[in-house]
């Protein structure tokens, strides 16, 4: 089958691209030293995931349970999980799934070590826990290198836990004065830090100016979107993931109408205008969503389109649109090789 055949909207990766930057961002990080563990919350596919091991990947990254249970029932033997595990149901799951697959987590307050604690010794695991640092994030995570070392002392005392290091997200400027504060802390009670996991796409090209970093968990690289596009780590022609639709209706001569709206792009805007690049008319703006309809300001272009023609959109945040989608088409030179269903859709639990 042809793309042109494809009924819209659908999503199609790119093959080549998608090699391409599997390998590219691979080849960088082991030229620096630097362990890779892709964060999978982006495409959520155990056969992707696979081709990031294959190329030299440690492991991967799951952001709940869900999606880990879906990646070791596939065979995926590494998965790190940095997210409070909260609840008795869930850490129960913990439990299975460590039986499973090497499973580390995270934790930032004594409350969800107690828990981790409570499970794994009883079951008689050993589940290594590292603490999530905020360097800036305003998320979660202790707030200072104190509270980080304090937490790092709970966990390395806490029966069927070990300390398995330091987790935070974004890299910025305050991660390595974050991270060696910390250290010079445990260092005093001889606890050594093994492992720092940093992430983000948008700073995957400096991850090697950060000397405290041992390893780096990024997602959107394999795909890119328009925010990649915008934070300058990948260009047009590195994108691999473009969902095409089809324009439905031109109510007037500078409006048109997207076969999809909020249910194929969601309502994420980042810090970008419109809801995505549309290739064919770049100059096109696609100004707000529906749930089913994209409305397209076309006043900008030269061209027109006209009912019935296919556009190609980039959309401004890859990892929520793969959510939206039960299957992703795989292409290379406009023919289709193979559909991947999305495994991990919806597995938000």
Request: hydrophobic share 45%; no cysteine; glycine share 8%.
């Given at each position: 089958m042809r793309i042109d055949e494809l009924e819209t909207p659908v999503?199609?990766?790119d093959l080549d691209r998608l090699e391409a930057n599997i390998a590219r961002f691979q080849a960088y990080l082991d030229r620096h030293g630097i362990a890779n563990r892709p964060h999978i919350k982006t495409h959520k596919?155990?056969?992707?995931?696979?081709?990031?091991i294959d190329a030299g990947a440690v492991g991967i990254t799951c952001q709940k349970l869900g999606e880990a249970e879906v990646m070791a029932g596939a065979g995926i033997e590494d998965i790190f999980v940095p997210y409070n595990i909260?609840?008795?149901?869930?850490?129960?799951?913990?439990?299975?799934l460590t039986r499973w697959a090497r499973i580390s987590v995270t934790a930032d307050s004594e409350v969800v070590v107690r828990g981790?604690?409570?499970?794994?010794?009883?079951?008689?695991?050993?589940?290594?826990v590292l603490v999530e640092c905020d360097t800036s994030m305003g998320r979660c995570g202790v707030q200072s290198p104190r509270e980080a070392a304090e937490l790092a002392r709970v966990?390395?005392?806490?029966?069927?836990?070990r300390f398995g290091g330091l987790m935070t997200y974004p890299n910025n400027e305050h991660t390595d004065p974050f991270v060696r504060q910390t250290k010079a802390l445990l260092a005093s009670h001889g606890i050594p830090v093994e492992r720092v996991t940093g992430g983000g796409t948008a700073c995957m090209w400096r991850v090697h100016t950060h000397a405290e970093v041992t390893e780096h968990r990024a997602g959107e690289y394999v795909y890119g979107d328009r925010h990649a596009l915008r934070s300058g780590v990948m260009r047009l022609e590195d994108c691999a993931f473009k969902?095409?639709?089809?324009?439905?209706?031109r109510p007037t001569t500078d409006r048109g109408i997207l076969d999809g709206g909020s249910k194929a792009f969601s309502s994420d805007v980042r810090d970008l205008e419109g809801h995505g690049l549309i290739l064919e008319y770049p100059e096109a703006r696609v100004y707000t969503l529906s749930?089913?309809?994209?409305h397209v300001d076309f006043s900008g272009c030269p061209r027109k389109p006209e009912i019935g023609e296919r556009v190609t959109v980039i959309p401004n945040h890859c990892c929520v649109v793969t959510n939206l989608f039960n299957q992703i088409v795989g292409v290379r030179n406009d023919t289709v090789e193979v559909v991947w269903p999305v495994a991990c859709r919806g597995a938000v639990q």
């Open positions: 999503v199609v990766v596919i155990p056969e992707i995931a696979r081709m990031q909260v609840g008795g149901s869930k850490l129960e799951r913990l439990a299975t981790l604690s409570s499970i794994m010794r009883r079951e008689a695991l050993t589940l290594p966990i390395a005392r806490s029966p069927g836990l969902v095409i639709t089809t324009i439905v209706s749930e089913e309809h994209g």
